[in-house]
Nanobody, 123 residues
Framework: VQLQASGGGLVQAGGSARLSCVVS????????IGWFRQAPGKEREGVSC????????SYADSVKGRFTISRDRAKNTVYLEMKSLKPEDTAVYYC?????????????????WGQGTQVTVSS
């Protein structure tokens, strides 16, 4: 099982970016997928997640209205569209797969993790 996150980089405040998580070794329909982030000196936090059915999604309050999670079953890929980025969104972003239908925001429910991609938002 491998989750490959990409799409990070340096973005100006107010800008946009799209993260991709290409999943191999498992089928998205069987796993809830989550995006997490960890800023320097801070704990990892849940950003967004999508159920294995693709019907349920949730977002951290800090990103509601700005981030959108989606998936492409044909590509076995989950995306995180980020808009109106703020300097406080700067972090390493990780995607993860939960064994349950819906992983939620707790990292302990996720079994498989990607390597992370850095997002830096400049002011």
């Amino acid at each position: 099982v491998q989750l490959q996150a990409s799409g990070g980089g340096l973005v100006q405040a107010g800008g946009s970016a799209r993260l991709s998580c290409v999943v191999s070794g498992l089928v998205l329909e069987h796993y809830g997928i989550g995006w997490f982030r960890q800023a320097p000196g801070k704990e990892r936090e849940g950003v967004s997640c999508i159920s294995r059915s693709g019907i349920m999604t949730s977002y951290a309050d800090s990103v509601k209205g700005r981030f959108t999670i989606s998936r492409d079953r044909a590509k076995n890929t989950v995306y995180l569209e980020m808009k109106s980025l703020k300097p406080e969104d700067t972090a390493v972003y990780y995607c993860a797969a939960a064994l349950s239908a819906y992983g939620g925001s707790e990292s302990s429910t996720y079994r498989y993790w990607g390597q992370g991609t850095q997002v830096t938002v400049s002011s």
